[in-house]
């Protein structure tokens, strides 16, 4: 089955968010450098290309370059609903939560399910969440 798998430009923060990422979700990141892909327009020390690997979340991200504008999810939430098992959906939750901003925190509905919104340090809106068993 095919998924989708976020892809984020970031302004200058493609390193330090995929490692973040990593630590939060598992696995580790690979990062090419613009030095590595050839690419003379930007610093050689930033990221041409990132990606989780061995991680259970599929994520991308690169370093903007020139007038290429950076992330912003305004009107757009990436969604962890029902992917892993509640412990995990909770330290997850958590750990996009430091340095970020809980939305609304990951508790049980009155609809007998749980889940919560966070924003995380580089400004990407999560909605994690599951169904109880």
Known sequence: MTSLAPYLHLPGTAREALSFYAA????????????????????????????????????????????????RSEGL??????????????????RLAEGGRVVDALQERPWGASDGQVVDKYGVHWLLGYEHT
């Open 77 to 94: 939430m990436l969604s962890l609903l029902g992917t892993a098992p509640p412990a995990t959906l909770h330290a997850w939750f958590d």
């Open 24 to 71: 939060a979700f598992g696995g580790h990141a690979r990062m090419f450098t613009f030095e590595q892909f050839g690419r003379e327009d930007g610093p050689p020390e930033t990221i041409a290309h990132g990606e989780l690997v061995d991680s259970p979340v599929a994520l991308f991200a690169s370093d903007t370059a020139g007038d290429e504008p950076s992330f």
